[in-house]
Structures are given as C-alpha cells and as structure tokens.
C-alpha cells in the first residue's frame, strides 16, 4: 500500500495547500508524539529545528502544539542542518527529531524529515503507523491535561552540533593559511558553516548567508553552483563549498572553478578511505550514480551496489551490507562512520581534512571521466503521466535506439510535481534525441 503523505524523503509540499498548512502541522505532531511516546522511555522528549523559510514561523508552533498535545516535552532549536538534528537526537537521546525544511526547494514549499531516537530517518513501516495515527480522530491521543508536554528554546543547539563535527577530527586539525569559499543558498547553515570553518583558522568568503524567507536557495546553494563557481574565481580560493536549504547536500569547486559533483566527491572519498583502510564493506550509490564512476570502482577493486534515489534508502542499503560510505549525484553523501544521514559541513571537513598538507583540490578530485549524462526535469500535473502507453512507448523505443550503450532511467520525483528523465550514453547526439523522444511523451 502507497504511503498518503511521506514521500521519498519526509513529508514535503506547497505551504497552505493540502498537507502543509498549520492544521495538519498540528496533526503530524500529535501522532509522531503519541507513536513515539510508547517507546516508554522516563522522558518523553521531542527536538525540532528548521530551516530559514517564512513559513516555519507558522508551521513549527503547529508542530510544538501537536507534539505537547499528545505529552511530548519539546526542546526548539531554531535553524540548523538537517544532520544537526539527527545527531542531538542521538546525544539528547531524545524520543525524536524533527526537521521542518523542504531541502533544496524554492521558499513556497515546506516539509518535515523525522528521526528516531537512534538519529536515523524512518523506515517505511513506521511511516505508515504514523500515517493511521494522523488520520485516526484527534481526541483518541489527546493527553491529559496534567500529562501536557512543557515546551523549551535551546540557544547553543549550533554550538553543540559543531562540537561533535569537530570531535571526529584530531585536535591538530587546522585550516589556517587556506581561503575557502562557501555558499550557505541563506538556508539553515548560513550561520554554523562560516562559523566552523573560521573557528578552524581558515580565511571565509561568505555568500547565501542572509536569508530573508523568501530567498532559500533562490539562484544560489548547491543547485545554482555558477555562484560558488563566480566566487572561486574572483576570490582566488582553495575550494568552493556549495550547500543547499538544510545542509544535507554539497557540491564544491576546485581552485580553477571547475565543479565536482557528489559522484567525484564519493570516488575521492572511497579511494582515500580505502588506501587507509577506513573503507568498510564498499559503496553504496543510486540508479542516477555515473556509470563512470561504476567503472572506477570495478577498476579499483571497491564493491559498488545500487539502490533507489534518496539518501534513507543509501542508508538502508549500507546497514543491510555494513557498508560505511555511500550517496548521490546531487551531493547527498553519508559517511557512516560519523553519521546516520547526508551532512554537507561534515562531508566539507572530510575534503579539507585531506587537503591539510597542501594538496590541491584540483588534484584530489577528477578520478574518472564520466560518460556524458543529461538529467531534464519535466514539470506535469499529474506524476502517473509517467504510466502512459505514450510513455512506456517512448521510453521502449529510446531504449532500442541505445542499442546497449547506455542508460535511461525515468521517475518521479519524490519531492515536486516533476518527472525526471535522465539518459546517459557517449553519443551526444544520440542522447538529446532520447531525452527528447520521452520529453514529448510527457508534454503532448
């Protein structure tokens, strides 16, 4: 059975339509309190944070009422990375955490991401408990008035996150003498990745660090990388940082501007853990990972396995195989040995961590030649669009044109009313005309 409100990652919509406007806000927090409240612990504990969208100014007091209305203590962060959460989740040992954000989406939308208390994102199964309890009548998980939740603001919730990032580096750990850029799409770690990366004696340029509401990830962040590319080049620094609305996600630029995507990132990551011998198991990628970057891990001896786009199922899919390192294209990157989701200030230490002793970052990254890959995001009405016979036709006979030289791959988007179609193959020409082919199919 298909879930009615979590999607591929949380719960994520347009603000005041459907799903997120403060009623169901209310809703989703009294039935995450009273599913949680049953693990029985002395302490019934709840911690939110959010990004920096106007619309959280609506939705949280929503969710802090929902969550005390089922008895639920709630403990309010303010803005913080999505791995923020998960972590003081974990340190808090909270029941769970809450992170009001839609990610790398414009202002108008909003959502949640949920965390159990052992700082994981939640399995399907459990969604779909919550999903029952948020339909279920209202009155049935009211909690007595004497058992009502008392609610709280943390002040050093950003202190305290940045201390446990710096507590899986050594002490020596110094970032004096190197000039980074870094652009924070004035989303949720538009104060703590400055801040981390000046406490650690490096020279910050800053941009996307004066958020307004309305201008999360608006032409800046990881998705608009020509930003960071501009600073790098006017700025002369070592490296360019790009994150996205809740700081799940980065893609960086090396000292020449060129860009590096998460698949670059990941090679980098998996060779230098595996000449280490960090590297446990192998890597986990998804259906969209380059099949460049597939041939450079065949070639290096390192074990690579596929799962479904989102970062929860790279996770599921690392503790099925005890793997420690896995992530995505569009930056989305888990290091298992520090961390149970995608953490772009984590995964930034991890780089300049191997940059400390001078080396380039031009000559850290570019391992393997990715086979040219075009990704068209198509707006529709209606995702099942998707199950057309014009679809399926159009997507069987881009297949044959292919000849086995090649990959297509055509989804939904979890998060936004987009099919997304991606070709990959060496033959340019041959490429365009697929992603056309299946691009009509849609918009005819």
Not at 79 to 93: D, E, R, V
Not at 362 to 371: A, D, E, G
Not at 418 to 441: A, F, G, P, Q
Request: hydrophobic fraction near 40%.
């Amino acid at each position: 059975m298909s879930k009615k409100y979590f999607g591929t990652d949380g719960i994520r919509g347009t603000v005041n339509d459907k799903k997120i406007n403060g009623e169901m806000f209310f809703k989703f927090g009294l039935a995450a309190g009273t599913y949680f409240k049953n693990l029985k612990k002395i302490k019934q504990i709840a911690i939110i944070a959010k990004d920096t969208r106007l619309s959280g100014y609506t939705l949280e007091p929503a969710l802090v009422s929902g969550l005390a209305s089922a008895g639920m203590h709630v403990f309010t962060l303010g803005p913080l990375p999505s791995n923020g959460i998960a972590m003081l989740t974990k340190k808090m040992k909270a029941n769970l955490g809450i992170m009001i954000t839609a990610s790398h989406n414009p202002y108008h939308d909003n959502g949640l991401k949920l965390f159990g208390p052992d700082g994981l994102k939640l399995s399907d199964k459990i969604e779909k408990k919550i999903e029952k309890l948020i339909d279920s009548k209202i009155v049935k998980n009211l909690t007595l008035p004497k058992n009502l939740g008392r609610v709280k603001r943390l002040e050093d919730a950003t202190d305290s996150y940045l201390k446990i990032l710096r507590q899986n580096f050594p002490k020596s750990f110094s970032l004096k003498g190197m000039k980074i850029g870094i652009d924070c799409a004035n989303g949720a770690a538009y104060k703590s990745a400055p801040k981390l990366l000046r406490n650690l004696g490096a020279k910050v340029y800053d941009i996307g660090v004066s958020p307004n509401g309305l201008n999360i990830n608006d032409k800046c962040g990881s998705t608009f990388p020509g930003n960071i590319k501009s600073l790098v080049s006017r700025k002369k620094v070592d490296i360019g940082i790009s994150l996205d609305g809740d700081a799940d996600r980065i893609i960086v630029c090396d000292e020449n501007a060129k860009v590096i995507d998460g698949d670059q990132i990941i090679a980098m990551l998996a060779k230098r853990w595996q000449d280490k011998k960090i590297l446990k198991g192998g890597v986990v990628g998804t259906l969209m990972s380059n099949y460049g970057l597939e041939s450079f891990f065949k070639k290096n001896n390192i074990k690579f396995l596929r799962t479904n786009v989102g970062d929860r199922f790279v996770k599921e899919k690392m503790q099925k195989n005890k793997f420690n390192l896995g992530g995505e294209q569009s930056g989305h990157i888990i290091l298992g040995k520090f961390a149970t989701t995608g953490d772009g200030l984590l995964v930034a230490l991890e780089i300049l961590f191997s940059m400390r002793k001078g080396r380039k970052a031009s000559n850290l990254f570019n391992n393997f030649n990715p086979v040219p890959q075009l990704l068209e995001n198509i707006t529709v009405k209606d995702k099942n669009i998707i199950n057309s016979l014009s679809c399926k036709k159009a997507i069987k006979k881009s297949i044959k044109l292919l000849k086995n030289k090649g990959r297509i791959l055509v989804r939904k988007s979890g998060t936004e009313p987009k099919i997304r179609i991606m070709v990959e193959t060496n033959d340019k020409v041959l490429l365009l005309k697929c992603i056309n082919i299946i691009k009509r199919s849609l918009t005819n």
